[in-house]
């Protein structure tokens, strides 16, 4: 079998200890970090999102395989920082004010790093002026938004207005998503994407980045 | 009125705790997916301490609690429901701090799949806790003589269905739940983690009913009040 191949396989298994060894062999190789990234650890993870797509397997065995996705990223990681290789994008993610029901926050969150992304996790209870500044500042393209509370849904609206009066809208894009939040609610409030489920939210990110 | 109970009484259901993280009950569920579900109640009865706290509250005073600071919708289920009750109680439960650090702890060590079932069970437990003081106060109710036979409790909360998260703080001074350790963030969020909070009303079955038309209906997808009213009717 390809030994990146057997990279893949290990993430899609959830078996996190033999994603780090084989990530560890193929690194001694001599095999370019990108690729290893790229055709082992995301290749397994993007197997795993479709598997979770067509309902063959459950949320958590999608995050068995972000635990062995990331035991190989914390190997790969310095190499690629230190040979300049850039993230397929930064994301900002947050639950909005006033709501601290951030699991699928947390969900999208853990899947998008398994994709490939950069992603600044501002918590729960984020105002939305701190999810504009920290996504300014940051270079962000995209911030993702969640809300479990229908009195707290209207903040998204808030970040959506403030990114427009900061003439940001269409450079900073945005994602919103959560229990009571539909894709005719994204509509009305000028939000960019709707995710339905944390798998959904990669799919939708990778659009709105223009990454395959 | 404080009252404890046992991890038992509020054991959560495996399909519900499943449900939760989006396996459906018809499912054929992996046995690796089974023992992370035994682990995470085995870890939620290790951490859980339920408490929860309940105080009779007249309809002017609750007229007061309810307006808060303005913030709610325009019309409200609970606005239209509590003044033909015939009678309140405040309440709030909480599963204490140690089950919301277990949770944090899972993620923070990256054990993601069990983090995120502990978490689906707390909240679980959490809703089958504010079930249970529902249950308690209307039982005080009925051995008091104080309720009709055909009279129903249903208990609301801030943050849903247009009662505004900082009448939390309303709710908080008349309550105090500081007693059972639940506190009150800046921005109307309790701590611990799984807490709950909010009304019970007391009222003849027929006086709970209402449509699903309020302005913030159109823009809800889970319609649990549907499944609340239906299961009132079926008591």
Known sequence: MDRLTAIANAVIAGRHTEAAELTQRVIDQGIAPQTILDDGLIAGMNVVGERFRVHEIFLPDVLLAAKAMYAGMDLLKPLLEAGGVTSRGKIVIGTVRGDLHDIGKNLVGIMLRGAGFDV???????????????????????????ALLTTTMPVMQEVVDLLRDARLTGTIKTLVGGAPVTKTYAR???????GFDAANAVDVVKQLCGVR | MILDFAFREITPRREAVLGQLGIPPVADV????????????????????????LADIAIDDFADVFRGEGHNAPRTPVGDIFPRAEHLALF??????????AITYGFETRDFALASMLDAAASESADALAELAERRYESQLRERGWMEPDGGVLRYSPGYCGWHVTGQRRLFAHLRPERIGITLTESCLMQPLKSVSGVIVAAATAAHEFAPTYDFCEACETFECRDRLRALRAR
């Open chain 1, 120 to 146: 600044i996790d501002l918590g729960h209870d984020v105002a939305p002026e701190r999810m504009v500044e920290t996504a300014r500042t940051e270079g962000a393209t995209v911030i993702g938004m969640s």
């Open chain 1, 188 to 194: 009305e409030i000028g939000a960019d994407a709707f």
């Open chain 2, 30 to 53: 992996p046995e690796h997916i089974d023992a992370l579900y035994a682990t995470a109640t085995q870890l939620l009865a290790e951490s859980a301490a339920p408490r929860a706290v």
């Open chain 2, 92 to 101: 709030a439960a909480t599963l204490g701090e140690a089950t919301g650090r």
